[in-house]
């Protein structure tokens, strides 16, 4: 349902020309849900019930995902990064890039359990394109390199960030 009110939003952003039409529009940002594995939730912000996640939903601040024990997510964005939520992992997102934010956009996620994994896009290595945010941490990820991030404790995180194999 929520999908649906983000793609008539978004056609109807398209469809209308204007500064003032554009103004009344709320942005429907530039996160959406990549692909998911076998038991995962999301709760949206403005409802308080859980749902089935799938594929091609769009992510707004707000939003909580609950993966289950065998669960997977991946979260991508315009910036061209993946954010990938591990099982038993639980998350809220913080901010999305603009949905045409270009590699200047940043996200945040607040990550409470489980474990994450941000693969950035390439980009401008002076600013950041993830902040994540997790007990006893805040780390902002930037392009060309990567994190991976594991909750292991209340108020406690591992986190090893790498360089991409990729340079």
């Known amino acids: 349902m929520r999908w649906i009110k983000a793609l008539i939003l ?3 952003a398209v469809l209308v020309s204007g500064a003032a039409a554009h103004a009344a529009e709320p942005p429907i940002g530039g996160a959406w849900i990549g692909a ?4 995962a939730q999301i709760q949206f912000a403005e409802d308080p019930n859980w749902q089935a996640a799938s594929a091609s939903m769009p992510l707004l601040p707000g939003d909580r995902l609950q993966l ?3 669960g997977r997510f991946e979260i991508l964005l315009t ?3 993946a954010i990938r939520l591990g099982p038993d992992s639980a998350a809220q997102i913080v ?10 956009g940043t996200a945040e996620m607040d990550l409470a359990t489980g474990r994450a994994i941000v693969v950035p896009g390439d980009g401008e290595r002076t600013r950041p394109v ?3 945010n997790a007990p006893g941490t805040r780390i902002q990820v930037y392009p060309r390199s990567h994190l991976h991030a594991r909750v292991v404790a209340a108020g406690a995180t ?4 790498f360089a991409s194999l990729f340079e």
């Open 10 to 12: 978004g056609m109807a």
């Open 36 to 39: 998911v594995e076998d038991v």
């Open 68 to 70: 289950g024990p065998s």
């Open 79 to 81: 910036n061209t990064t």
């Open 95 to 104: 901010a999305v890039p603009p949905a045409d934010a270009g590699w200047d």
């Open 130 to 132: 993830v902040t994540l």
């Open 158 to 161: 591992d986190a090893l960030p």
